[in-house]
């Protein structure tokens, strides 16, 4: 580590991979209800809702976290105020807790979920972005201080690379989509077509500008890859992000209220999503192999496995649903689920662990640490990932062919037909507890334990 | 190509597409008030009533949500009137299976938020849900069947597997009820024989569907 501001990064850190394993556990009892709806003390909306917050806010920390990390390095200089730094952070702990909080207590009592000023005090009962009006505006808030730090070390050090210049754009780009789910509309069509601007346009827009630019500088800082040719290809792929997954968001309009052209608009575009996810894995192997010298390849292993898995979980197992004439069919089935979990998790969980491999030893300034924990930890989570993911592709076939095609009632398939399949994903919903459960114990111990001669990774600092 | 070269055409394609995508957007706004029914006080109270609850939180709606409960686009057309108000309220009490829990919805709420699905139901959602392609099961050709047929009973009722679960379970409804003129009256008036139970009477229902139907019933063993 070169710049003391970079420290800052690991509170974020920690506070991320604590609301990880808290979002596996809530994961895991929402797998449970499946099979016994009253299995818990909260219901399951409650608990589906904890448990799809508390990823998307960890995913946002953990990036968060690793731009405090990159800004300093490619600026060159210490982050424009660490006190603010500080300030956005602990801001944001109490606002996410507050926010927790009132789910929990929605989940007692119903009731409490009061409108006050127009707006409902404790859930806006929008997928996703459920977090209360008055916490929105403090999220908001957050991210523009943070954004704000950010631009102004960049902007103080006159250093303008193209690796923080496009993770800041992604951030920005970010920060504004947020915005088309602060209004209240009376259609409920007119409603889930903004409400898909934040979420498509997040998760298929400004999240890969954001892993495209991480990409590169993870690339380059252990393979002391040359930037020309990083930043050039990193263009050309959130390029290809933003061609394809601007109109690709057409996907999500077809069944909605919305008119039929989106069918052809969102078929065409949306097909060509995974040509730019691809090109990131060729991107991944192509850089080693030319660039053998490899410091932390822990770290390179896990940004090679973000590389391939988000092509398969969102590239993949996006595109075989993404036609209408098939989504006609499976629109809102378990398959969807199974594309979800596997995006994510390649997508963007790898991604901000492998963010955290390989900055977290600069930061704690070791040279080597132990790698065995941080493997084991990646096939139990992988592994367990990828079963959970076949378990619901299997229950999503069940349920298009049995629900959509034979025409069984939906409690029907729910109940006998897929019990097997929600009793598997539970099983290996354990297992994956547990690789979460040995990285969060990495996490804590990385660079603080003696190293083991047997498999110690080389973190020396590159010259890039 | 020079880095420059490639970043600015990342920039301004960018925003080229974003451009026609706004486009497109203010197009489909302009066309999506006149693909669905007005939107009258009471649906819109009814939509406030749906976030109130989050039911989301388990259901999903024009196919988008949680994959926990069944989708709440088309609820209301196959269900009888006063049915979904009732369950509602009190959903164990109306299906004691249900996996729903009370939330404490008040008689007046489940009026709108039944308003409010209603709306959806007819939402021109071009073609979806699709309507199922496979016939599963055959049922014998006998007069009883017609008139199960014609008054939907599969709605809400369920015979080998094909059918509704909001009402039990009728595959073997005889070896529970094996006397005919308990059906002949429950049909009539489901609650003067079940005070508590939420199925509609059918008084339309002429005296010869009425034997032809419990006739049926009463072979479900
Ligand atoms: C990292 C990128 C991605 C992530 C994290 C992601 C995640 C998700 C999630 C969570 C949903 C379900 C949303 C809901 O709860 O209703 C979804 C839906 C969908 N995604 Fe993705 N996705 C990604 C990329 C893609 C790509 C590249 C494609 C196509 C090639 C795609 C195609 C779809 C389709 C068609 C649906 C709608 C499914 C339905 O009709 O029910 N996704 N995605
Ligand atoms: C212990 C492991 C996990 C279990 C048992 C689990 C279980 C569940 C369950 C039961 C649901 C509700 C699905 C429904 O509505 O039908 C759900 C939703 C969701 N989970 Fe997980 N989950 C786990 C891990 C993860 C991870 C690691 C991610 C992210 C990478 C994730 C992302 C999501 C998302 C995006 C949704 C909402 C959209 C959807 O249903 O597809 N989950 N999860
Ligand atoms: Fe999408």
Not at chain 1, 214 to 223: E, G, I, R, S, Y
Not at chain 1, 395 to 419: F, H, P, S, W
Not at chain 2, 77 to 84: D, H
Not at chain 2, 116 to 141: E, H, I
Request: with cysteine.
């Amino acid at each position: 580590m070169k710049y003391e501001s970079q420290k800052i990064a690991q509170h974020f850190y920690t506070f991320a991979i604590l609301l990880f394993f808290v979002q596996v556990l809530v994961g895991l009892i929402a797998a449970l209800q499946f099979i016994w709806p009253d299995f818990f003390l909260l219901k399951f909306n409650v608990i589906r809702d904890l448990h799809i917050n508390a990823l998307v806010v960890w995913l946002l920390l953990g990036m968060m976290g690793a731009t405090y990390f990159v800004v300093p390095e490619e600026s060159q200089s210490e982050l424009w105020s660490i006190p603010l730094a500080k300030f956005q952070f602990w801001a944001t702990v109490v606002a996410i807790t507050a926010v927790i909080l009132g789910y929990i207590w929605m989940g007692f009592d119903p009731q409490a979920n009061k409108y006050i000023f127009g707006t409902l005090l404790l859930n806006e009962g929008r997928e996703y972005i459920e977090a209360p009006r008055w916490a929105d505006w403090l999220i908001a808030l957050s991210v523009i201080l943070f954004l704000f730090n950010n631009f102004m070390t960049m902007y103080k050090s006159k250093r303008w690379t193209g690796i923080q210049g496009t993770l800041l754009g992604g951030l920005t780009f970010l920060t504004l989509m947020y915005l088309p789910g602060m209004f209240y509309t009376k259609s409920m069509v007119k409603d889930q077509f903004w409400w898909w601007w934040v979420v498509h346009l997040w998760v298929e827009g400004s999240w890969e500008i954001i892993a495209g630019a991480l990409l590169a500088f993870m690339l380059m800082k252990v393979t002391n890859a040359p930037r020309h040719v990083l930043e050039r290809w990193m263009y050309i792929e959130v390029a290809l992000v933003l061609f394809t997954g601007i109109l690709g968001t057409g996907h999500h309009y077809y069944w909605i209220g919305t008119p039929k052209y989106w069918l052809w608009v969102g078929g065409i575009f949306s097909s060509l999503e995974p040509i730019p996810l691809l090109l990131m894995v060729w991107d991944a192997f192509r850089t080693t192999r030319k660039h053998r010298v490899i410091s932390n390849r822990l770290g390179l292993f896990y940004a090679t496995s973000h590389a391939i898995f988000n092509f398969v979980g969102a590239g993949l197992w996006g595109v075989i649903h993404t036609l209408p004439q098939v989504n006609k069919w499976t629109h809102g089935t378990q398959i969807t689920t199974a594309h979800g979990h596997l995006a994510f998790y390649g997508a963007y969980v790898l991604l901000v662990i492998s963010m955290i491999y390989i900055t977290l030893p600069l930061i704690r300034g070791v040279t080597e640490f132990n790698t065995s924990r941080g493997y084991r930890s990646f096939w139990w989570m992988t592994i367990s990932m990828v079963f959970i993911v076949l378990s619901l592709t299997g229950a999503g076939m069940v349920q298009t062919y049995m629900e959509r095609l034979v025409g069984l009632d939906y409690v029907t398939v729910k109940a006998n037909y897929n019990l097997w399949f929600w009793a598997l994903r539970a099983i290996f919903g354990l297992g994956f507890v547990y690789g979460v459960f040995l990285f969060v114990l990495d996490f804590f111990k990385l660079g603080r334990e003696p190293v083991e001669a047997a498999a110690p990774a080389n973190v020396s600092e590159t010259t890039a | 190509m020079s880095n420059r070269g490639v970043r600015n055409l990342f920039v301004f394609g960018s925003l080229f597409f974003f451009v026609i995508f706004i486009a497109l957007t203010v197009d489909t706004m302009k066309k999506i008030d006149k693909r669905a029914p007005e939107i009258t006080e009471e649906v819109d109270q009814g939509k406030k009533l749906w976030h109130k609850y989050d039911c989301i939180g388990c259901h999903t709606i024009l196919g988008n949500g949680s994959y926990f409960a069944p989708d709440l686009t088309k609820i209301t057309v196959n269900k009888p009137e006063g049915y979904l108000e009732k369950f509602l309220v009190h959903p164990r009490k109306v299906k004691p299976s249900a996996a729903m829990p009370e939330l404490g919805i008040t008689p007046d709420e489940a009026k709108k938020i039944v308003a409010f699905l209603d709306w959806t139901s007819k939402v021109d959602t071009n073609g979806w849900p699709p309507k199922p392609v496979l016939a599963a099961y055959r049922m014998p050709q006998i007069p009883g069947v017609t008139v199960y047929q014609k008054y939907n009973c599969s709605a809400c009722h369920m015979i080998g597997g094909i059918g509704g679960t909001s009402g039990p379970d009728l595959t073997h409804v005889a070896s529970r009820k094996p006397d005919i003129e308990w059906h002949k009256r429950h049909i009539r008036d489901p609650q003067s024989v079940v005070p508590s139970s939420a199925m509609p009477p059918f008084p339309q229902i002429s005296d010869e569907e009425l034997n032809q139907l419990a006739d049926y019933l009463i072979t479900l063993k």
